[in-house]
Nanobody, 121 residues
Framework: VQLQASGGGLVQPGESLRLSCAAS????????IAWFRQAPGKGREGVAL????????HYADFVKGRFTVSRDNAKNTVYLQMNSLTPEDTAVYYC???????????????WGPGTLVTVSS
């Protein structure tokens, strides 16, 4: 299983950004894909996930209403649309897979390199 997150960058507060997580072929057919983030000096925390079985999405409370996770199985890619970004969203964002369906980082064995999102004026 291979994952590669991309799409990070520098944006101003209130702006939007879309992250992509490209997975090796067939990964989305079998595994839930989850997004995590790690802010400077803080631990890794779960952001959102999308289930492989029914496409159901689940979000951490602090992103509900602002972030949307979606998937394109034909492209083996999962997206994280992030709107109304704030400086508190600044972090390295990772996608991971192989977990049971929650947002605990320790439950995910496969991780890709992260992509840095910086929200600053």
């Amino acid at each position: 299983v291979q994952l590669q997150a991309s799409g990070g960058g520098l944006v101003q507060p209130g702006e939007s950004l879309r992250l992509s997580c490209a997975a090796s072929p067939s990964t989305l057919d079998y595994y839930t894909i989850a997004w995590f983030r790690q802010a400077p000096g803080k631990g890794r925390e779960g952001v959102a996930l999308i289930s492989t079985s029914d496409g159901r999405a689940h979000y951490a409370d602090f992103v509900k209403g602002r972030f949307t996770v979606s998937r394109d199985n034909a492209k083996n890619t999962v997206y994280l649309q992030m709107n109304s970004l704030t400086p508190e969203d600044t972090a390295v964002y990772y996608c991971a897979t192989g977990g049971p369906g929650g947002l605990r980082p320790s439950e995910y064995p496969y991780w890709g390199p992260g992509t840095l999102v910086t929200v600053s004026s």
